[in-house]
């Protein structure tokens, strides 16, 4: 932008704007926060890295204090725009498909189309807009896409507050949300944090089926479901298949078993709809799957980025886990000589879990 332009901006108004134009493009809220985080959340970072908390994500290490530094990782950036989309589908219930050992649960978020590309094509919609408004000016938009600290970010805008299970939450619409922002040069009036309202509630603590909350505020990656089955790289742990139960790809649980989200709203972006009735689906059924099968009709989803090496190795702890039957023992026993030991371990030690010695 110009010298003479910036002068004659209204930015108080342009704020305002820029919250109305979000909610035309389907988010569900904005907020805007300064372009900095205290320097106890760098602290807080440090301490997390050093406990070995991340696992094997490198670049959460490599990419350091930029989380907690947007003008760092975008100079000049002066004003974070935070904004949230609702993406829980009309889908079977998730506690009916968690108490069925038979059926394969997958992530509420995944069963849709990929999120990073519909928040990434409405923030720059979004930014598009302000530029029709005022001209030029400098941003760039992230959606889980860079090295941003996006629930601290939100946090500090006054979009939510920082649950005990780490998500953003807010008191009339739960936390069942994507997030997405855009960093931007334009000196925005900055809206006020909230205050926590968590009090003394531990359910997701207490719910976590890998106790992977070790702390309010703190979660053990290594031990969390969402990174046994999407982040690494390699088959789950072996002393971590038993508490994943049927949980194949993410966790829902520390969010289905907050009081907040008995306010949480249905999303209505088709996008985000159930694809390939994967919200009430069989193990068998998945794991039966072609490798051409799954590129097919995981393509545009989420899911198809952990690759399907991953799928059927989580699928096969899946079966460890699911109710002996001879269907499950002759379906695993058609994947045992499965070429990458990255399925064919998984595959034995799922065989063990039924009594069958391979």
Not at 53 to 60: F, I, K, L, N, P
Not at 119 to 133: C, G, M, P, V
């Amino acid at each position: 932008m110009t010298e003479n332009s910036l002068q004659k901006t209204d930015y108080p108004e342009l704020a305002r704007q820029i919250k109305a134009w979000a909610r035309e493009l389907g988010f569900a809220d904005a907020r805007i926060g300064r372009a900095g985080l205290p320097p106890e959340a760098e602290q807080k970072l440090n301490a997390w890295l050093a406990a070995g908390y991340h696992g094997e994500m490198d670049y959460m290490a490599r990419h350091g204090s930029l989380r907690v530094k947007p003008a760092d990782l975008v100079p000049g950036t002066l004003s974070v725009i935070s904004l949230r989309m609702h993406y829980w589908p009309q889908a079977r219930a998730s506690a009916e498909v968690l108490a069925d050992g038979g059926k394969a649960y997958l992530s509420r978020y995944a069963l849709g189309r990929d999120y990073h590309k519909v928040l990434r094509n409405r923030l720059q919609a979004l930014a598009e807009r302000i530029k029709r408004e005022i001209g030029d000016f400098g941003y760039r938009v992230f959606t889980d896409s860079a090295p941003v600290a996006e629930v601290a970010l939100a946090a500090q805008a006054g979009l939510g507050w920082r649950g005990k299970h780490t998500l953003l939450l807010t008191k009339n619409e739960g936390s069942l949300f994507f997030l997405g922002e855009v960093f931007t040069d334009l000196p925005l009036p900055e809206d006020e944090a909230e205050d926590g309202h968590c009090g003394r509630c531990t359910r997701c603590i207490d719910v976590c089926p890998t106790a992977a909350i070790v702390a309010p505020y703190t979660v053990d990656a290594r031990r969390c479901i969402s990174y046994l089955t999407i982040e690494l790289k390699r088959a789950i742990p072996e002393e971590m298949r038993p508490l994943i139960g049927n949980r194949v790809y993410g966790c829902d649980d520390c969010q289905l078993f907050c009081p907040w989200n008995r306010f949480a709203v249905d999303s209505r972006e088709t996008d985000f709809a159930v694809r390939h009735g994967l919200d009430d689906v069989s193990l068998l059924e998945l794991f039966a799957w072609s490798e051409a099968e799954f590129k097919e009709k995981m393509a545009g989803s989420p899911i198809y980025r952990i690759g399907y090496l991953k799928w059927l190795s989580n699928l096969a702890v899946g079966l460890g886990n699911a109710p002996t039957t001879p269907e499950v023992v002759a379906g695993l026993r058609a994947r045992l000589d499965f070429p990458d030991e990255m399925v064919a371990e998984p595959v034995r030690w799922a065989l063990g879990r039924h009594g069958v010695i391979v």
